[in-house]
């Protein structure tokens, strides 16, 4: 049986795991974390997203619930809510 892919993505979609950051900080520029390029932020969540390329976003900025696409580096979070890394 042929399998029809109708978009870029493949048959898996645009993202294939998740990582769950709470009060910690957590890196994803080597070994299995690589491919991190987006997340969502839970209503709360406080600290910082350090981009792949260079720089910060403070997490306080970003509208929770919202999927926030970006090459990511690392994740800091300074409480207990949780941001959910996208990966591809």
Known sequence: MAFLI?????PYGR??????VNNAT???Q???NLGAAALIKESGATGTITLA???TI???HLT??????VGIAAVTVSNTKNVYVLKR
């Not at 993202?15 to 769950?20: A, D, I, L």
């Open 53 to 55: 390329k260079g720089g």
């Open 26 to 28: 957590q890196g994803f």
């Open 15 to 20: 993202y294939n795991e998740v990582v769950t």
């Open 6 to 10: 109708d978009n870029a993505y493949g």
């Open 30 to 32: 080597s070994g299995s």
């Open 58 to 60: 403070n997490l306080a």
């Open 64 to 69: 929770e619930g919202v999927v926030i696409e």
